[in-house]
């Protein structure tokens, strides 16, 4: 069975996304894994003391398993209401663990083979972005699969989800894995690229992409878009504003220190203002979800 992991801090935007992710789960035949990670102060070396009694630690612990335990109890009983099969039995679990979030997201989705990690998505401030980034900036750079869901976004079945894609041959496998992943809704997916559709060079090189697709990806539904924008940013936006698109999908490599200073991450810049599910994936992802 495929397992979903949903990173939890108890907000609401945390819940939405566990939410999300059950419906979800319930659509592709998952179980659903919620995931506290609780920290505590530690040793401060310039005083030499603690900063928190240790009998505290024990305490933090307690309340973070037993919030856990009730945001199970409440994410499964909407799910039970939500599908009323005879019999149906939701696979939501959770687990709390010590230590720094995005580290212990990845070696949680890493030891215990997650297919995909659903996280609420809140919008970060200047302030947040420039000093220590928001927790959904910190998956995408582990480069785990991550479907972002947006604050008071509910639930609905994927009609057309977009591809956003360079042509690099990278991206082949990616589109096999989505194909997966859009099968159990008949999704269709659409292939979108933005920049000068007048050269000889683009289109000898969207027609290359496309015959790959057509030789390796075994999904009938599929098809292309071509967006006119000089920049990238506004097409990414125009075909979420425009494309009646479900929900979007991008490929995060990760640059040099120098590239992310000028130009940024377009991937991290969409989920700062993304008002659909943003479904990000690491370079030649086949990993199924």
Not at 15 to 35: C, F, K, P, S
Request: hydrophobic share 40%.
């Amino acid at each position: 069975m495929k397992k979903i992991l949903v990173p939890v801090d108890f907000s609401a935007t945390a819940e939405n996304a566990a939410d999300y992710a059950t419906d979800l789960a319930h659509g592709i035949g998952a179980r659903v894994e919620l995931l506290n990670v609780f920290q505590v102060p530690e040793f401060s070396p310039a005083a030499a003391s603690l900063v928190w009694p240790l009998e505290e630690y024990k305490l933090i612990e307690d309340d973070a398993k037993k919030a856990l335990s009730k945001l199970v109890e409440k994410v499964e009983e909407k799910y039970k209401k939500a599908h009323h099969e005879f019999g149906f039995k939701a696979e939501v679990f959770g687990k709390s663990v010590r230590g720094e979030v995005e580290q212990e997201i990845s070696k949680y989705f890493t030891e215990c083979k997650m297919n995909l990690v659903v996280a609420g998505l809140n919008r970060a401030d200047k302030l947040t972005k420039t000093l220590m980034g928001s927790v959904a900036r910190k998956i995408i750079e582990q480069e785990i699969p991550v479907l972002l869901i947006p604050a008071g976004y509910r639930f609905k079945k994927p009609k057309k989800i977009a591809f956003a894609t360079d042509f690099s041959h990278s991206d082949i496998p990616v589109l096999c894995t989505l194909a997966e992943f859009a099968k159990p809704f008949n999704a269709d997916i659409l292939i979108t690229h933005t920049g000068n559709s007048k050269s000889e060079d683009y289109k000898h090189t969207t027609e290359d992409f496309l015959n790959r697709v057509a030789d390796r990806v075994n999904y009938r539904n599929i098809y292309h878009r071509h967006i006119n924008s000089e920049r990238v940013k506004d097409g990414l936006d125009w075909i979420v504003e425009n494309g009646q698109i479900d929900m979007l999908t991008m490929v995060h490599r990760k640059h040099s220190f120098f590239h992310q200073l000028l130009k940024g991450s377009y991937t991290l810049n969409m989920s700062d203002h993304i008002q659909i599910p943003l479904l990000v994936l690491p370079p030649s992802h086949n990993i199924p979800m």
